[in-house]
């Protein structure tokens, strides 16, 4: 099992900047990636990064590139996403995932176990 819990979610304004952390716990050696997902209100969950485990290897939805930077600190066990100019579409709760198998789709959101309580972000414009 792996335990996961976000934070740094909070009330922003428009054009602000945003570092969400994910701490993981439990069998962290037995993970091959993580991954951030966010669900706006009304809509489905969808995927916005991954990250291999390792650290290697970085996913981004194309809607999020050059904005989203997502990295990790294996001593640490935790997973960051950083966030710049962040728009008030943008408002969502975000999740994130542990993958445990190597997986050709690290954007799926069926490929993932395990999965933190979520943390939300507002934007304000």
């Known amino acids: 099992q792996v335990q996961l819990v976000e934070s740094g979610g909070g009330l922003v304004q428009a054009g602000d900047s945003l570092r969400l952390s994910c701490a993981a716990s439990?069998?962290?050696?037995?993970?091959?990636?993580m991954g951030w997902f966010r669900q706006a209100p009304g809509e489905e969950r969808k995927f916005v990064a991954g990250?291999?485990?390792?650290?290697?290897?970085?996913y981004y939805a194309d809607s999020v590139k050059g904005r989203f930077t997502i990295t990790s600190d294996n001593a640490k066990a935790t997973v960051y996403l950083q966030i710049i100019t962040l728009q008030p579409e943008d408002t969502a709760v975000y999740y994130c995932a542990a993958l445990l198998h190597i997986s050709a789709w690290p954007e799926r959101e069926s490929e993932y176990e395990h999965w933190g309580q979520g943390t939300q972000v507002t934007v304000s414009s």
């Open positions: 990250i291999t485990w390792s650290g290697s290897s970085t």
């Open positions: 439990g069998r962290t050696f037995s993970t091959y990636a």
